[in-house]
């Protein structure tokens, strides 16, 4: 069974720095694309990076570049999202996720997120 | 970036009616070289995270009820739920895969009239 589990989430000053991990399991990490979608509270969803299989490639969202950096550890089966310069609108619970299986598309297993409140 | 524009916000439907959700991407997201739209439809209930629903604009994934179906190309995209139960509650999101910045809709909140 496909598990994403977030950890590191918590209250951090405006202009201050965090870093998110996601532990997996059930499945060759090592082989799939990965993500992070965040949620404000009450609001929609938005993609923030995604990476790729050995880490080479990254993509994010206009609205974290150069403040976030992606990266993974395939040893640990770990993913993680580094965040600096918080700012109060990078409030929200983060989400990691996995790419689905082969020959499909979208999003395909999401863990139960962590939130992530900045605030002086 | 390719901007999601969903309709409407909110929809009350009638147990075991019909219900309707239209999502417009700003470009099009079917790709020609394999003529698949790059388009996934997600459900979320509250304190969960979202669940995926449809790929490629119209195939069910997995253990998912046939009364929901996506339909669309190109440019415009609909979900419908063809009798709708109390157990889909939820908010409705459309996602375009197709550009290397996916985004979302920005959510369509369903619920029992």
């Known amino acids: 069974e496909v598990q994403l589990v977030e950890s590191g989430g918590g209250l951090v000053q405006p202009g201050g720095s965090l870093r998110l991990s996601c532990a997996a399991s059930g499945f060759i990490f090592s082989s799939y694309w990965m993500h992070w979608v965040r949620q404000a509270p009450g609001k929609g969803l938005v993609w923030v990076s995604r990476i790729n299989t050995d880490g080479s490639s990254t993509t994010y969202a206009d609205s974290v570049k150069g403040r976030f950096t992606i990266s993974r550890d395939n040893a640990k089966n770990t993913l993680y999202l580094q965040m600096s310069s918080l700012r109060d609108e990078d409030t929200a619970v983060y989400y990691c996720?996995?790419?689905?299986?082969?020959?499909?598309?979208?999003?395909?297993?999401w863990g139960q997120g962590t939130l992530v409140t900045v605030s002086s | 970036d390719i901007v999601m524009t969903q309709s409407p916000d909110s929809l009350a439907v009638s147990l075991g009616e019909r219900a309707t959700i239209n999502c417009k991407s700003s470009q099009s997201v079917l790709y020609s070289s394999n003529n698949k739209n790059y388009l996934a439809w997600y459900q979320q209930k509250p304190g969960q995270p979202p669940k995926l629903l449809i790929d490629w604009a119209s195939t069910r994934e997995s253990g998912v009820p046939d009364r929901f179906s996506g339909s669309g190309s190109g440019t415009d995209f609909t979900l419908t739920i063809s009798s709708l139960q109390a157990e889909d509650v939820a908010v409705y999101y459309c996602q375009q895969y197709y550009s290397t910045l996916y985004t979302f809709g920005q959510g369509t909140k369903l619920e029992i009239k």
């Open positions: 996720a996995r790419d689905p299986s082969p020959g499909k598309g979208g999003v395909g297993y």
